[in-house]
């Protein structure tokens, strides 16, 4: 029942914070830092299509090593299970990275064992936006109940994404409709 409660408070955060601001960088930080809170959660990315470049970059971290980062700050499309992720738009639950054949070099490198991989979607079907990671260092089936968190904390965050694509695509138009600088 804790762990409901725990659940519930996170996603209230993080709602509330969508709702209060534009900020996705700040979005994504206080997204880590929530989700890092989670039992046996050990290591946190989170991952962003940018739709310019098309590599998936990783927006906010904790815990992950300085040499992931240099080698997997931006992943080009479509390379590695961050992409699988995206483009499947199935999440990827391993109870072993260690072991199991998905897993990627850059990913047995950390050294980590249960995986969770959830797609960034705004709607049921629609078009991945990034991708959320969580890691342990225990090998574990991350449960139910954690993969519901991660799905609404992945809606969030992708509702952040379209609402500030909407709110810059409008700034332009008023920019260019009244001349402004």
Known sequence: MAEVARS???LNIITELVSKTRDLEQ????SADLLMNMESVDMVMIYIVDEDT?????KAHRHVPETYLQRASRIPRPKGITWRVIETNKVLNVRDAQTDETIGPAGKALGKHGVVGMPITLFRGGTAKGCIWLWSNKEKEFNSEEVGLLSSIGNQIATAVAWAKMYEERRQVWKERFKVQ
């Open 54 to 58: 098309n590599d998936a970059v990783l």
């Open 8 to 10: 519930t408070e996170v």
């Open 27 to 30: 979005i994504y930080k206080t």
